[in-house]
Nanobody, 129 residues
Framework: VQLQASGGGLVQPGGSVRLSCAAS????????IGWFRQAPGKEREGVSC????????????TYADSVKGRFTISRHNAKNTVYLQMNSLKPDDTGVHYC???????????????????WGQGTLVTVSS
């Protein structure tokens, strides 16, 4: 299982960026995929998760309250890629963004780092004027 995150950069407040998470070595359909971020001096936190296409959570998506209405997570199964479209960015969105995957959860639809076993290398998003 390998994950490659990309798409970060410097963005002005109010701007947009799309992050990509390219998966290899496994089929996206069978895995839960999450985006997480870690701001300087803070713990890693869940941003958004999309649950696998198998099981009772199929089609469900989870967003952190701080990003609801601004961020959209989506799967492109043919490309084995998950995207995170980030709009109306704020300075508080700054941090290293990671994508992660797992094929099972201890707690259903739990978008927390401890539930995910496989991690990409992270991409930095800086929101600043």
């Amino acid at each position: 299982v390998q994950l490659q995150a990309s798409g970060g950069g410097l963005v002005q407040p109010g701007g947009s960026v799309r992050l990509s998470c390219a998966a290899s070595g496994f089929t996206l359909d069978y895995y839960h995929i999450g985006w997480f971020r870690q701001a300087p001096g803070k713990e890693r936190e869940g941003v958004s998760c999309t649950w696998s296409n198998i099981g009772s959570s199929v089609g469900n998506i989870t967003y952190a309250d701080s990003v609801k209405g601004r961020f959209t997570i989506s799967r492109h199964n043919a490309k084995n890629t998950v995207y995170l479209q980030m709009n109306s960015l704020k300075p508080d969105d700054t941090g290293v963004h990671y994508c992660a995957a797992n094929d099972h959860l201890h707690y259903p639809e739990s978008c927390v780092p401890s539930e995910f076993a496989h991690w990409g290398q992270g991409t930095l998003v800086t929101v600043s004027s």
